[in-house]
């Protein structure tokens, strides 16, 4: 174990732990092989939350529903959010997991692909989580812009690739290609856009979070 490692774990020793069931739904996705936020992603949260109590949330990637549940738990009690997923499977057990959670009421769950639902959207939401398709964050972003107020944050998650964002792309394996250049792109475009305050920070995969001015 090298010393990032060492601090990770030792910064995680000071982290609450999970409520059981929350836990159990983190366990059972990642024994699926379902991708969700991370350890140092979910602190980030936490604090995120707590600071700012953003009451209306877009998630854009339900998969299980674990993300969502976990922001319903540490929000404020008049909170709510929608979130979009497209894959039948993680939609069948995203719903079996919020019926059975007490936050049911306050997740909306919207069956189908973010890039035709988010247009039909016409609220204005305080925090947009977008956790959906990686090579897809370049094409959603102007219509994300559309659904923020001033004051309202963007985070987007995996943004680092594990790493290979540095890389130039004759490094990067054929098949990730597209999405290396397409996530590069996402990143000039949004850090260069003048309507928004953003920094991009190394927790968890990488989150970029970019604020409407
Ligand atoms: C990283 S997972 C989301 C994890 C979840 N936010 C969590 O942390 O618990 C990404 C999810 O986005 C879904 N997805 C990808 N592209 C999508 C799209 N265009 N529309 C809706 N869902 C999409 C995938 O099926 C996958 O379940």
Redesign the pocket.
Known sequence: MDKRDRLDTYLELLQPELPDWLYKIEED?LSND????RKPTQHFFRMYLSMMKPREIL??????????L?MMDNSCVDSRIDT????PP?IEKAKENISSSSYRDRINLIE????E?LPTLRKKYDLI?M???KG?YIHMLPIIKNLMHEGSVLIS??ILQEGDIIESTFAIKRRNRTIHKRMREFLEVISSDSDFVVNTMAIGDGITVAVRK
């Open positions: 996705a379902v991708p969700i936020i998630e854009i990637g339900t998969a299980v529903g674990f993300s969502s976990f979009i997923e497209n894959y993680r189908g692909d973010a890039m639902i989580f956790d959906a398709s897809q998650d995996n």
